[in-house]
Nanobody, 119 residues
Framework: QVQVAESGGGSVHPGESLQLSCTAS????????LGWHRQAPGKQREMVAQ???????DYAESVKGRFTISMDKSKHTVYLQMNRLKPEDTAVYYC?????????????WGQGTQVSVSS
């Protein structure tokens, strides 16, 4: 099985930056995808940024130009550099690991890390 764990959340003021990290562990076999999703209270979870071991990143329109996702394949770790943070970025950020298997899509989620942006 595969598990993922996030870290790096915190409370910041608008315009400041944070970097989130997520490391996958267990029976990991490329290709796979690692990405970031977020959920604010009362709202549905939304994709923020994701990438696979063999493809370019994909970003939500609301974060393009501000957030950057990157992956260290040797460490099975994905990062999310968040710059020029806005109050609307406030949410719990979850790391997602997924693979496409013959029997279908398999995925697992981290526990989440809180990001709060306020003045």
């Amino acid at each position: 099985q595969v598990q993922v764990a996030e870290s790096g959340g915190g409370s910041v003021h608008p315009g400041e930056s944070l970097q989130l990290s997520c490391t996958a562990s267990g029976d990991i076999f490329p290709p796979y995808a690692l990405g970031w999703h977020r959920q604010a209270p009362g709202k549905q979870r939304e994709m923020v940024a994701q990438m696979t071991t063999i493809s370019d990143p994909d970003y939500a329109e609301s974060v393009k130009g501000r957030f950057t996702i990157s992956m260290d394949k040797s460490k099975h770790t994905v990062y999310l550099q968040m710059n020029r943070l806005k109050p609307e970025d406030t949410a719990v950020y979850y790391c997602r690991y997924s693979v496409s298997q013959l029997t279908g899509l398999w995925e697992t989620w981290g526990q989440g890390t809180q990001v709060s942006v306020s003045s």
